[in-house]
Antibody, heavy 122, light 111 residues
Framework: EVQLVQSGAENKKPGESLKISCKGS????????IGWVRQMPGKGLEWMGV????????RYSPSFQGQVTMSADKSIRTAYLQWSSLKASDTAMYYC???????????????WGQGTLVTVSS | HSVLTQPPSMSAAPGETVTISCSGS????????VSWYQHLPGTAPKLLIY???KRPFGIPDRFSGSKSGTSATLDITGLQTGDEADYYC????????????FGGGTKLTVL
């Protein structure tokens, strides 16, 4: 069974750094892109970007380029999303998801993590 | 605002059929496959439709997807109270240096 298990909820202050994780199991982790999706309170889903764990190739959405960093450690089957200096506007639920489809044009997220709630408040 | 346009809300009675639309352009829906997701409060989104019309294992055939030109639709027949959720379309957009996009979401109420 494919599973993506995310790290727990975080409460941080503005300016602090943060790294959340997404551990995959039940499939060849290195061979599938992993994506990150943001959902701000009361808002819709936003595509942040994807990373290919085998070589750490990353494609960021223009809206998130420079705002976050995606990384992966294929040896422990884990993808990461990190911030160097959080803002209150980063408060959101963050989901990781496995990227299905043989090409980008066939993109879909076929398995999702349970989400990590990040709250940034002074 | 989202690159893909969905109606913000829709409502229908149990047993009825609802069609949720997703409008885009030639740089996204017009030249790429579409996926649909169901998002219930407090849970992770779930893939309902991929590659425009295919259903993952376990998704009932009450859910179906299609596309025409730069618009896609998700049809839900025989509505059930458990179908009350937010629904999102998604696709790849080549105008964004290659990136995925979601629609703004449609909140479906089953009266």
């Amino acid at each position: 069974e494919v599973q993506l298990v995310q790290s727990g909820a975080e409460n941080k202050k503005p300016g602090e750094s943060l790294k959340i994780s997404c551990k995959g199991s039940g499939y060849g982790f290195s061979a599938y892109w992993i994506g990150w999706v943001r959902q701000m309170p009361g808002k819709g889903l936003e595509w942040m970007g994807v990373i290919y764990p085998d070589d750490s190739d990353v494609r960021y959405s223009p809206s998130f380029q420079g705002q976050v960093t995606m990384s992966a450690d294929k040896s422990i089957r884990t993808a990461y999303l990190q911030w160097s200096s959080l803002k209150a506007s980063d408060t959101a639920m963050y989901y990781c998801a496995r990227f299905g489809g043989a090409t980008f044009g066939h993109y879909h997220f076929d398995n999702w993590g349970q989400g990590t709630l990040v709250t940034v408040s002074s | 605002h989202s690159v893909l346009t969905q109606p913000p809300s829709m409502s229908a009675a149990p047993g009825e059929t609802v069609t949720i639309s997703c409008s885009g352009s030639s740089s996204n829906i017009g030249n790429n496959d579409v996926s649909w997701y169901q998002h219930l409060p407090g849970t992770a989104p779930k893939l309902l439709i991929y590659e425009t019309y295919k259903r993952p294992f376990g998704i009932p055939d009450r859910f179906s997807g299609s596309k025409s030109g730069t618009s896609a639709t998700l049809d839900i027949t025989g509505l059930q109270t458990g179908d009350e959720a937010d629904y999102y379309c998604g696709t790849w957009d080549t105008s964004l240096n290659g990136g995925g996009v979601f629609g703004g979401g449609t909140k479906l109420t089953v009266l």
